[in-house]
């Protein structure tokens, strides 16, 4: 084998192995995905509830005009529900992530 063979094998290999390097040393557990992603639609949540306003009165008949806010907060929650399931199984198949998917 000649040395110029030799220097542009070896030249081949050491590229792999550095990208090979780059590609394990760049993927991250799932779960701190799955943390971040759950805190953020906790938050969501939790700031939807804080446009609830405190009925003023004891009849039903007080609650009439907080129907459509609460109404808009149960279709959000059920929204953000189904995307929260949905990520939830994505997470599942998933094993393990990298700055492309966090982007």
Same mark, same amino acid.
């Given at each position: 084998m000649s040395p110029e063979s030799y220097l542009t094998i070896h030249s081949h290999v050491s590229r %792999?192995?550095? $990208?090979? =390097?780059?590609? &394990? /040393? =760049?993927?991250?557990? #799932?779960?701190?995905?799955?943390?971040? *992603?759950? !805190? /953020?639609?906790?938050? +969501?949540? &939790? +700031? %939807? /509830? %804080?446009? $609830? #306003?405190?009925?003023? !009165? =004891? *009849? $039903?008949?007080?609650? #009439?005009? %907080?129907?459509? /806010?609460?109404? *808009?907060y149960v279709l959000s929650f059920i929204y953000i529900g189904i995307y929260w399931n949905n990520h939830h199984y994505l997470m599942h198949i998933v094993h393990k992530v990298n700055g492309a998917v966090l982007w």
């Open positions: %792999l192995t550095t $990208l090979q =390097n780059i590609a &394990t /040393v =760049n993927f991250i557990g #799932k779960g701190r995905l799955e943390a971040f *992603s759950d !805190g /953020v639609l906790a938050i +969501i949540i &939790t +700031i %939807l /509830v %804080l446009e $609830l #306003k405190i009925p003023h !009165g =004891n *009849s $039903l008949e007080d609650l #009439k005009p %907080l129907l459509p /806010v609460f109404m *808009s």
